[in-house]
């Protein structure tokens, strides 16, 4: 066996191994379990870097080994399993391992002392493991199957808290949204399934590649498994879920619900990207842009420090949607990987702020002020340096700021879509989306930088009990915060203002198996012609975002009231997230169960208690008027006298409905005598 | 191995029956001892049988024969298939859980016990029989202590439910009877099922009755009769309510067990003796499929009584099992001789129909716990109970999830197969089906959040935790559930070959053609 596979299996079962030892017996073993979970993870996360170093060693922008085996075989029917090893696994391979041991470390301290401690851990490897899955897969069962494991973590783990109502209703919204998005994923793969006979993604890619898969039935595939991709990466209209599952811990957010899980969808995106055709591209690439700008415009006015950043992942995952939709896919990974890392940061920076926070109310024994609200903060930054400065290097990433890693990725996307509407004029509005975008971006970060840090404290009582978080939480910080920075993803190059690097090579652009579709080498070229006016802008817009936070929040020159009085509606919209929710309460979630009351009531109220039994009770009084006509009637009136004979057979007939079920095997023997009879003459 | 095990199998228990009904009512251990060895023995002779079952061939094996009524050409003839072994192995483990399901019952032990045995026995005759007659007369004996349990070990509306459930089975009985002898009668007088399959599809190939294909009279009339048990919309009400009135272990097996034998039925007999209406019916069958799924799913989610969810979810499941069926065409001329589908279709309805039993039995053995604990089902009467209760909030969450079809459990590969397999023929309808997905997990969230999350209802704080006998009860159901979600492959192979051949007898023998 090919040893890129037997690490890849390793990886993935080791967690799994992992999950079920702590759900069983994590209670009874040392330390609540966690060291089988973390061990777990960094043995994965060393598996990964070893098959990092050796993509790196081999070089090789064509690598890959595949191995399946037959899980379902019916004869004709037959369904294979197994992974796919690439470059493109190996980056994310690593991606996941890294953000996942993180956590795990990180929640030692953040988590301590909370009594389902082992179950926690439990549920990270269950993650960890399942994500693994959709990573390896190299067909679409898997994929489904992990996809929706990963669901099921994320339930878990939202709700993890699940004694707080509101924890335990996110964890449901987020379970539920994604299975809408799943219903669309599900008709994809019924489609493409139905056309080729298999569920590997290399037999579908040969169907497209020869021509027997092809048009209006490959769009809507592609649309299909898209909106799977919606669900997953929280992409308008299905994102609603995303800035709930902040109810989670912390450690889960910046895993799951900023770097890993949500990029699922990206992910899957680029695996699929061959066979994608350009009118379903045109598709993805709207949705992508919409939400960039759309989450951009919640984050600006929002005061939960968690939520921020929440709507900022669902305006990042946009970013790298609708790079996949212009068909800088490549740039679509690229921005994957660079934000994972300081998204995941920026929350270990929030959770080590709301840690501060909350032993700092504790210790004032104040349960009633909000720990993630940025209103109640304000000066931490001599309190908490070494937190400070791992945010603000991760911030300055996600601004788009030369020298940081989100300026390569963020760039190259900016690139791709003026390109594309340089070739598609009519799609102007992509790279306006994207600009916008990235103007906001630049501004709600500094604002919430400025609110949390900076400053005076707001409330000074507190500032006291703020401390500095313990290593085990500051350590994930440092090394994310160094990862922001470019040099990483250019090696071996030193140029910080261009892409060349490892990352680019290995990862190289394919061109799309669909015929028609642009080629890689055209894209790539459009990008390129694109790379320095869309740099010149990226750098501008993201200075004027700066520069807009700078003045309102930290020199205080601009009133941020004075501009939302002006803007009322606007700042209420975007306060109220534009009612989204409130929407979908009001024309789906009230009108469905309330269906669903009516049909109940139908079916139990009306249907069964008339007509069926109606039924019963039409045969009962069928039953009395036979016997009045036959006692009443025939006995009294006409054979009058005849005998207790007639009168018995009265008897006999009145009691048919007597609930007896002697009667009833007798009636029924009466009705087969009489069909044979009638059979027999027929 | 033993000689005759298809005989032992269904004897086993009336033995036990005898047995109990020997010993003096104040015994109540003995007696309980008595019915569990007597399932379990039975439950041991399954799996061997399951052990020596050949799984390349599609044809009966271990068959017995015997003249019976020779004057009528009735005889005892048994044999076991891919399709019928499946729940020859799932009846017995359900009886033998049963037994300590009920262990806790105080009033008519003995009765109770003896009753249940029977029942056991009437329904592993049925799927066991390849006599037309043997079949019914199983059929029929299984009624009448499914009528005795309810009605009298049932809730306050015992009597109720019990006649109610009675009257409509025997409605689907008597419309069976009349097609048995239909086909009697017009197939060469015999009842033996491997010979009505060879010469039904000739002998009544352009016959009319009364201006009607008989065909397609015989189907509707055995349909009803089958529809009624599985149940199929609109004869489904008498379900929630049986449910509701049902001791638990009743419930376990009626859901497990009996609500099969309406699919088994179909399969077992339309499918192969009438081949030529299963493409005039199965459009319509996909339909009732599409029905009963989103109504199941619908009113499930209304509900307020857990058991009635439970019941309601049952519906909803079967018609997964109803679109893999209709599936089976797929295989035909008509459609492109596409046997991927339809042996997807097909083997997912079979193996739906086991993944329903033993899922629905974890579903009503817990809803039966909690039952006994609280003495209520209102679904918005709990809260919190996760932290009081860690071990059956776990185990609930497992069945929960097999129920709304998360892979890694049983439940998704059924579901997903019927899916795939209804999907190229019935392209909208499978569609629409798909809402399924995201129904049944509002419905099963919805209620597990309001039952488990949220503060703790101050009520229940002294609620003790699941015992080691309810666990025993529900733990291999739960582990059978996870094996069959993560490797499926044995359990595939003993049924494919069997539906290989239905297929054949389907769309080779069938006439697509339209029929008068």
Known sequence: MNIFIEYSLFIFFLPLAAFLINIFFGKRLPR??????????????????????GMIFSYDPDFQVESSFTWINLGDFNIQLGFLVDNITITMLLVVALISSMSHIFSIKYMAGDPLYSRYYAYLSLFTFSMNGIVLSNNLML????????????????????????????????????????????IGIMLLFTAVGSVVYSDIFTSVADGNLAGTLLTMAGIGLFIGAMGKSSQFPLHIWLPDAMEGPTPVSALMHAATMVAAGVFMMVRLFPIMTPDALVFV?????????????????????????AYSTVSQLGFMIMSVGTGAYVAAFFHLVTHAAFKANLFYGSGSVIHAMHHALHK?????TDPQDMRNMGGFKSRMPTTYRAMLVSTLAIAGVPFFSGFLSKDAILSGSLSFANHHPEHFLLPIFGFSAALLTAFYMFRLMYMTFHNEPRMPELIEEIHESPKEMTFPLVLLATLSFFIFYTLPYFNPFSDQGWFTYVIEAKTSLVHGAPSAHAIAEGIHHSHLPAMIISVLVAGLGFFLAWQMYLKRKLSAERYANKFSTLHRLSLNKFYVDELYARFIYTPVLKLADK????????????????????????????????????????????????????????????????????FALFGVILIVIVQTMV | MVSNILSWLIWLPVAGMVAILLIPRNKVEVIKIVAAVSTGLQLWLAIMLWLNFDSATGSFQFMENVAWIPSF??????????????????????????????????????????LFLLLDTGMIGVFLALDFFLFFVFWEVMLLPMYFLIGMWGGPQREYAAIKFFL?????????????????????????IPELIESAPSALDGSLWWGMSAIKVIWVLLFVGFAIKIPVFPFHTWLPLVHVEAPTAVSVILAGVLLKMGIYGILRINYPMLPDAVFWFAGALAVLGLINIIWGAMCALAQKDLKKLVAYSSINHMGFAMLGMAAVIAASGLHGENYIAAQAGITGAVFQMFNHGTISAMLFILVGVIYDRAHHRDIDGFGGLAKQMPVYAGVTMVAFMAGLGLPGLSGFISEFMCFMGAFPVFRVIVIISTLGIVLNAAYFLSAYKRIFFGELNEKYSGLSEIDGRELFTLIPLAVITLILGVYPGPFLNM??????VLIDQVVLIGNFAVIP
Not at chain 1, 176 to 185: A, C, E, K, M, P
Request: net charge negative.
């Open chain 1, 32 to 53: 609540q379990g966690d060291w089988v979970s973390i061990g777990a993870v960094l043995f994965t996360l060393a598996l990964s870097m070893a098959m990092f170093a």
């Open chain 1, 143 to 186: 994929l489904y199957m992990s996809w929706e494991l990963v669901g099921l973590s994320s339930y878990l783990l939202i709700g993890f808290w699940f004694a707080k109502k509101s924890a335990a209703d996110a964890g449901m919204k987020a379970f539920l949204t994604n299975r809408v998005g799943d219903i669309g994923f599900f």
């Open chain 1, 285 to 309: 690439a709207y949705i992508g842009g919409f939400t960039a700008l759309f989450a951009s415009t919640i984050a600006i006015t929002q005061n939960d420090i968690k939520k921020v950043l």
């Open chain 1, 364 to 368: 004032k024994n104040d349960h009633e």
């Open chain 1, 599 to 666: 049909i109940a009531f139908l079916d139990w109220d009306l249907y069964d208690k008339y007509v069926v039994d109606g039924f019963g009770k039409f045969t009962e009084w069928f039953a009395d008027l036979i016997g009045k006509v036959d006692y009443d009637g025939l006995d009294q009136g006409i054979v009058d006298g005849t005998g207790r004979t007639a009168n018995r057979l009265g008897d006999i007939l009145r009691n048919l409905q007597t609930g007896r079920l002697q009667n009833y095997i007798l």
């Open chain 2, 73 to 114: 050409n009735i005889s005892y003839a048994l044999g076991v298939d891919g399709l019928s072994l499946p729940m020859v192995i799932l009846t017995p483990l359900l009886s033998f859980l049963c037994i300590f399901v009920s262990w806790k019952i105080d009033r008519g032990v003995k009765g109770y016990f003896a």
């Open chain 2, 168 to 192: 409509y089975t025997l409605v689907g009985s008597v419309l069976m009877l009349i097609a048995i002898l239909s086909l009697y009668f017009t197939c060469g007088y015999t009842f033996s």
């Open chain 2, 495 to 500: 049924i494919k070959e069997t539906m290989s």
